[in-house]
T-cell receptor, first 113, second 114 residues
Framework: DTEVTQTPKHLVMGMTNKKSLKCEQH?????MYWYKQKAKKPPELMFV???????INESVPSRFSPECPNSSLLNLHLHALQPEDSALYLC????????????FGSGTRLTVV | GENVEQHPSTLSVQEGDSAVIKCTYS??????FPWYKQELGKRPQLIID?????GEKKDQRIAVTLNKTAKHFSLHITETQPEDSAVYFC?????????????FGKGTHLIIQP
């Protein structure tokens, strides 16, 4: 298995809702990442997990809460989002050492209404 | 932090011609430089990458060159085909022996004219 799987593929949520994005990989990668990509813009790094521990948080608002329950799973919990948070959320994984095997999932397209 | 500049923002070439996209980076500690192709509505797909201990790498019609002294790297696509039309992103990372995020350039919209 050489893929990063993200669910759901599409999500529409209200500003008062709580939802979660899920990411899974079975490549033995010990580094996992969340990126946010707005239309016609490059992906922007949000969080990095190394060996299930949060190692980088790029000053992301607390309405985004990441969680890494085990070495294969990465979640992004969403609460009280704003319409400007609508974007494509991409998960990625890599070998911990030297970024080998950096692979992106197909993303969750999030719309906040 | 790292800053990656990418040029041009749009590139239109005739089918069969070559395309070159250039990027510069600011952090001399960066040592990993991937290139991604992203089609509309899809994920970024890694097409080639290069590490700082190598000056050039080639994979069929695609090649990447790296000049560490000048802190710039370039993507070369030869014999372009209609399916090469997409947005291309360069990126840089300083892995420092561990996991690190990628800093992306703003992207180049490559258009292959038939």
């Amino acid at each position: 298995d050489t893929e990063v799987t993200q669910t759901p593929k599409h999500l529409v949520m209200g500003m008062t809702n709580k939802k979660s994005l899920k990411c899974e990989q079975h490549m033995g990668h010990r580094a996992m990442y969340w990126y946010k990509q707005k239309a016609k813009k490059p992906p922007e790094l949000m969080f990095v997990y190394s060996y299930e521990k949060l190692s980088i948080n790029e000053s992301v608002p607390s309405r985004f809460s990441p969680e890494c329950p085990n070495s294969s799973l990465l979640n992004l919990h969403l609460h009280a989002l704003q319409p400007e948070d609508s974007a494509l959320y991409l998960c990625a994984s890599s070998l911990w050492t030297e970024n080998y095997g950096y692979t992106f999932g197909s993303g969750t397209r999030l719309t906040v209404v | 932090g790292e800053n990656v500049e990418q040029h041009p923002s749009t590139l239109s070439v005739q089918e069969g011609d070559s395309a070159v996209i250039k990027c510069t980076y600011s952090d001399s500690a960066s040592n990993y430089f991937p290139w991604y192709k992203q089609e509309l509505g899809k994920r970024p797909q890694l097409i080639i990458d290069i590490r700082s201990n190598v000056g050039e790498k080639k994979d069929q019609r695609i090649a990447v060159t790296l000049n560490k002294t000048a802190k710039h790297f370039s993507l070369h696509i030869t014999e372009t085909q209609p399916e090469d039309s997409a947005v291309y992103f360069c990126a840089a990372s300083s892995s420092g022996g561990g996991a690190d995020g990628l800093t992306f350039g703003k992207g180049t919209h490559l258009i292959i004219q038939p």
